[in-house]
Nanobody, 124 residues
Framework: QVQLLEFGGGLVQAGGSLRLSCAASGRTFSSYAMGWFRQAPGKEREFVAAINWSGTSTDYTDSVKGRFTISRDNAKRTVYLQMNSLKPEDTAVYYC?????????????????WGQGTQVTVSS
């Protein structure tokens, strides 16, 4: 069993930056692909970014490419999402998710473990 806990959300002006962290419990974190998803009010949860178990492969949805960077530190059992040049449309609850023994996936249904979410609000 793995538990995920997100940190780092908050209120920021457009053009600003935030770094989200997701701390994991459990010894098998280093074998998990990890993803970040977000859900805005009235919208479905959507894929944002993902990273494979070793950190050598990443993927991003088009709307965040060049602005967001996903990374991980397996020794600290933590995955990060650095968000730069934030826009009001990035406002959402951001969730981290873990996928045991799998590669990168855009599908939320392929992730077994989820954090509780952290709110990111970008003001114009």
């Amino acid at each position: 069993q793995v538990q995920l806990l997100e940190f780092g959300g908050g209120l920021v002006q457009a053009g600003g930056s935030l770094r989200l962290s997701c701390a994991a419990s459990g010894r098998t974190f280093s074998s998990y692909a990890m993803g970040w998803f977000r859900q805005a009010p009235g919208k479905e949860r959507e894929f944002v970014a993902a990273i494979n178990w070793s950190g050598t492969s990443t993927d991003y949805t088009d709307s965040v490419k060049g602005r967001f960077t996903i990374s991980r530190d397996n020794a600290k059992r933590t995955v990060y999402l650095q968000m730069n040049s934030l826009k009001p449309e990035d406002t959402a609850v951001y969730y981290c998710a873990g996928r045991p023994w799998g590669g990168i996936s855009w599908a939320s249904t392929e992730y077994d473990y989820w954090g509780q979410g952290t709110q990111v609000t970008v003001s114009s």
